[in-house]
């Protein structure tokens, strides 16, 4: 009697089986490349949300070109070698290299069983067998089958996101952030965990300054007035500002080296996160009320509208107007903005642990530190760690405000 794999396998001879297969096999699962004939089952491994036929599939898999810098593996069931998941690793960001996995969610609770299979074979595999110095994987707190496993191989919490993720039928669960170490490299720099962070004023939150609506006609363009400042969209003018200050900056603390700008360059960069709607950034000019000098931005930045989350930024350009309060009231402004406007659930930001002062800013705003990154970049002869804040909007609209 002639199986399904066999149809499959003659029908299309590129489909490939474990047999012979030397590592990345499990006890249920083993991971390997997609091939054209796997687009039959991309609901089951792509992780897209909507709906694609398996010709549409198909051309993904073959018109497309490699995602430079990224790898995809289909996470595939031994017994009868069907695809039941799939996973990328993410080799852009060196020392981290990123993994996400999705496995089909009809298995139930096989799926969580697959889904830590698969992780348990490919952080060591990239770690140890690769050299990588570091992978991650971001892990839903109720998900204990792959949390077990992962504690199993040696990975280890090193944050948790609030309320970051919704849940199906409502409900929300906190993410957790693992990392997988290569222990030569932990050798010869000691374990991250271990450093301190740096801290830098008192920690206590400040009372939120509340937008404002003027006396008269507002500002031209503006969605959000405070006492000294308002925003607005980003305008083509605006990249003028951005390239001047670029080249006169005076603090390469708060991003790892500080670059010039073009202002064509600026320009695009505007122009790209406007054009698509709804927008994975939003970003806003922070001007001055007196006289409508544009200072900087705040914006929120890799947007998740299933999850209703995103991670927050800010730039004052002219280091005239930094310590003085405005970045403060404009990240009020844009509070203010993303969570009652555009409904966003929480805001996560991340601080390099040469920056004390900006996680000291963040503190003021109301965000709580729920961990660290480690081992995201690099600088002065090491790798640099970042410590994790989050901010719920329940939280920032308990906060007490100040009077207008």
Not at 13 to 20: E, M, V
Not at 262 to 267: D, H, K, R
Not at 281 to 298: K, M, P, W
Request: net charge negative.
């Amino acid at each position: 009697m002639t199986t399904s794999l066999e149809i499959r396998q003659k029908t299309n001879p590129d489909l490939l089986a474990s047999t012979g297969q030397a590592y990345l096999v499990g006890e249920e699962v083993y991971l390997r490349p997609p091939v054209p004939a796997d687009a039959e089952y991309d609901s089951a491994w792509s992780g897209i949300v909507f709906p694609q036929s398996p010709e549409q599939a198909r051309r993904r898999l073959t018109d497309e070109p490699d995602s430079s810098g990224r790898a995809s593996l289909l996470i595939v069931r031994r017994r009868d070698d069907r695809p039941v998941g799939g996973c990328t690793v993410d080799y852009r960001g060196f020392p981290h290299h990123q993994v996400t996995v999705h496995v089909d969610p009809l298995y139930g609770e096989r799926a969580l069983a697959w889904k830590a299979e698969a992780l348990a074979m490919i952080l060591p595999w990239i770690v140890d067998d690769q050299q990588c110095p570091k992978a991650g994987v971001d892990v839903p707190a109720r998900e204990a089958p792959v949390i077990e496993a992962l504690d199993a191989v040696g990975a280890r919490v090193s944050a948790r996101f609030r309320e970051k993720l919704a849940l199906p039928g409502g409900g929300r669960d906190d993410e957790l952030i693992y990392e997988y170490l290569h222990r030569g490299w932990m050798e010869r720099l000691g374990d991250p965990a271990e450093v301190a962070f740096p801290r830098t004023g008192t920690g206590e939150p400040r009372p939120v300054t509340p937008p404002v609506l003027p006396a008269g006609d507002p500002p031209a363009n503006a969605m959000r007035v405070g006492p000294r400042v308002y925003l607005r969209p980003p305008q083509e003018s605006d990249a003028l500002a951005l390239a001047h200050w670029s080249t006169r900056e005076v603090d390469a603390s708060w991003d790892n080296g500080r670059y010039p700008a073009s202002t064509g360059g600026a320009t695009r960069w505007f122009e790209g996160f406007q054009k698509k709607l709804p927008p994975e950034t939003i970003d806003f000019a922070v001007c001055l009320r007196e006289n409508d000098e544009f200072i900087g931005l705040v914006g929120v930045l890799d947007i998740d509208y299933r999850h209703r989350i995103g991670e927050s930024a800010s730039m004052i350009l002219n280091p005239s107007y930094r310590e003085a309060g405005y970045g403060t009231e404009a990240k009020h402004l844009m509070f203010d903005h993303v969570f009652n406007t555009v409904g966003l659930h929480a805001l996560q930001s991340y601080v390099m642990f040469e920056n004390p002062r900006s996680a000291a800013a963040l503190r003021k705003q109301g965000y709580r530190e729920v961990g660290r990154d480690h081992w995201v970049d690099f600088r002065d002869g090491s790798f640099v760690s970042f410590v994790c804040f989050d901010l719920l909007a329940s939280d920032w609209r308990a906060m007490p405000r100040s009077e207008p």
